[in-house]
Every structure is written in structure tokens, then in C-alpha cells.
């Protein structure tokens, strides 16, 4: 047990809240506009999603902390992570991001034949942004794109093919992400600078920073007003953006160039709960 929670910690597992509900949106969204002809088969292909989001979060996480792990070393911030604090070696982290990148493409190829294709350029995307910050700042993007692939994924799980509107849920992941990854990468700009590493916060000020941030939101936001139009509209529907609107404006009014204690709130709390909230407001929507 104390390993399994070890490895939870490692990968952030509570994170999950970010990406797991526009996973289940994409896949309830797939439900209703292109319904499987096996009814017992929802109940197959849910847990399918849910595991190839968990092999593929893992595999993304494990090796995102053994590729920082030098990094995570100087950082007074992250040196007591848990590959530079010696509580998982760095060997075993490597083999347990293999275990799990292996587990998500045999997971994926049991979807459809559309999910094992692209199955592998997914792997690619979100292991690869572990190295984008040694150079490019767009690395915040990089971060979002990982975690927009998965409401497109669990659509393709259920539909076998592709249609626009996960398109824009994930532009919609895309952006909310990487506008609170900014928020979150202010903690390390100094470091980052001295470093020579790459974020939005280390190559402008505090003040530009947080402008790219909330641009990026404001976005995410219009790209939910776009993504609204394709759905019954009901109540449930405009509480939940509204809630998630709002959750976004509380954000930015908490974290300004002078006020940056509220860090861990707005990044963990405040965007998990509006994760979660767009998503119940959205899939109820698309139930009734």
C-alpha cells in the first residue's frame, strides 16, 4: 500500500480532475450524436476510456518527473518530489512509465481500429511536452494539448470516427490549460531564468504573463460558447458554464502581479471545481 501511494503521489493522481471530466463529456457527447448499435457495449467502452486515461496520465506524469528529475533537484519548490527525494528510484519510474505507455496502446487498440492508430501520436504528444520547456515557452500550450486529446479520444472511442465538435472541446482543454499552467509557472520564473529554462513567466513579467493567461481563457470561454451551440441548451447546460466562467474570473481577480500567495488555490481548487462543474452541467444537458 505505502508503494501504491508512493507512485499516486509521483503522478499527481488527483490531478486526474482536470482532464477525466471533458474526457466523459467526449464520450457522453459520442453517446448521444453517434450512439453504439450494442447497448451493453457503453458500459465496455467506458471503462476502456477510463483506463487508457489512467495508463495514459500515468505514463505522461512518471516520465515527466524522470526527465525533471535533475531539475526538480535544485528546485527548493520540488526537491522533495519523490524521484530527487529517493523515495522511488529513478530506474523503477522509467520502468513504470514503460508499463503504463504499454498498457494505454493495448487498451486503445481494443477501442477500434481509429483509436490503436492513434493511439501512438497521442503517447508521442504528452510525453513529449516534458521536454518542451528547455526550449520554447509555448510549452503551457503543449501541457493543454495533452490534456485536450482526451474529450477527442473518448468521442473516437465511441464513434470510430472524427466530427468537429471535440475539435473545439479541445481547443476549449486546450487554452483553459495552458492559461492556468502560466498561473502556475509564475511560482518558478527566477529559477526558470537562471536555469535557461523556457515558460511564459520567466521570459516576460509577472504582468505580461498573467495578460497571455487571461487571454487564453477568455478563449476557452468562447470557444464553450461555441461548443454550446451544438448542444440541447437546456438550464443544466448554462449553469455549468456559467459556473465555470465565473471560477475563471475568480482566478485571475486572486493571482495578480502583486498578489501571488493564492497560487495553489487558483491552480488546484478553483480549476478543479470547474472542471468538474462544466462537465456535470454539460453531460446532464446532453442526458436529458
Not at 268 to 287: F, K, Q, R, Y
Request: hydrophobic residues 55%.
Amino acid at each position: 500500500m505505502n508503494a501504491v501511494l508512493k507512485y499516486a503521489s509521483l503522478v499527481k493522481f488527483a490531478h486526474t480532475v482536470f482532464a477525466m471530466p471533458f474526457a466523459m463529456v467526449g464520450f457522453v457527447y459520442g453517446l448521444r450524436y453517434a450512439p453504439l448499435h450494442n447497448p451493453r457495449w457503453p458500459y465496455i467502452v467506458l471503462v476502456q476510456v477510463i483506463l487508457c486515461m489512467v495508463f495514459a496520465r500515468n505514463a505522461a506524469m512518471g516520465f515527466n518527473r524522470w526527465a525533471d528529475r535533475r531539475i526538480d533537484a535544485e528546485n527548493p519548490r520540488t526537491a522533495g518530489r519523490e524521484i530527487p527525494a529517493g523515495k522511488i528510484p529513478a530506474q523503477h519510474a522509467l520502468w513504470f512509465v514503460a508499463v503504463n505507455a504499454l498498457l494505454f496502446i493495448l487498451t486503445a487498440a481494443t477501442i477500434n481500429r481509429l483509436a490503436a492508430i492513434l493511439s501512438p501520436v497521442a503517447l508521442s504528444v504528452i510525453l513529449v511536452y516534458s521536454y518542451c520547456k528547455r526550449f520554447t515557452p509555448l510549452a503551457h500550450l503543449v501541457l493543454g494539448l495533452s490534456l485536450g486529446i482526451a474529450p477527442v479520444g473518448a468521442f473516437i472511442a465511441v464513434a470510430g470516427h472524427v466530427v468537429v465538435e471535440p475539435f473545439i472541446l479541445a481547443l476549449l482543454v486546450t487554452t483553459w490549460c495552458g492559461g492556468f499552467d502560466i498561473i502556475y509557472a509564475l511560482q518558478d520564473a527566477e529559477f526558470d531564468r537562471r536555469h535557461g529554462l523556457h515558460s511564459i513567466p520567466a521570459c516576460f513579467s509577472a504582468r505580461s504573463a498573467l495578460g497571455v493567461s487571461c487571454g487564453l481563457h477568455a478563449v476557452s470561454i468562447a470557444a464553450l460558447g461555441w461548443f454550446m451551440t451544438y448542444c440541447p441548451g437546456s438550464v443544466w447546460l448554462w449553469l455549468g458554464a456559467g459556473v465555470f466562467t465565473g471560477l475563471l474570473v475568480l482566478e485571475h481577480l486572486l493571482v495578480t502581479p502583486v498578489r501571488q500567495r493564492n497560487i495553489g488555490i487558483a491552480f488546484g481548487t478553483l480549476n478543479g471545481l470547474a472542471s468538474l462543474s462544466l462537465a456535470a452541467g454539460v453531460i446532464v444537458d446532453l442526458l436529458k
